[in-house]
């Protein structure tokens, strides 16, 4: 349907913004329309880091639906507290990983 290369996904996103107490974080669920995803889902949904920042992957959502992956990464994160959630959105990554990301590595 879109003219997409082997492997690449074409992906429409939604955002949210978790409003806390003291702190306020942007979630993102992005729905696969074009391409197989590796996870499987259509859905996912992640804390969305700033710059280089990196959530575990064990804290996001995959589901069939935009509404289930946002439940289950708001049920994940819920106890997590806000400097936690900071550190894992604001640091930087290694050198490493930026090459892995890159297809470097």
């Excluded at 003219?3 to 702190?23: M, S, V, Y």
């Excluded at 992640?46 to 992957?57: A, E």
Aim: with cysteine; aromatic share 8%.
């Amino acid at each position: 349907m879109y003219p997409l290369n082997d492997g690449e996904l074409l992906a429409k996103t939604h955002q949210f913004l978790l409003i806390r107490k003291n702190h306020q974080f942007t979630i993102e669920v992005i729905e696969i329309i074009s391409g197989e995803p590796s996870h499987g889902h259509k859905f996912q949904a992640y804390l969305l880091p700033m710059s280089n920042g990196l959530v575990p992957k064990e804290y996001y959502g995959f589901a069939e639906t935009h509404e289930k992956a946002l439940v289950e990464c708001l049920e994940k994160i819920k106890n997590i507290d806000d400097e936690t959630i900071l550190s894992w959105i604001t640091r930087p990554l290694s050198e490493e990983q930026i090459k892995r990301i890159a297809g470097q590595a």
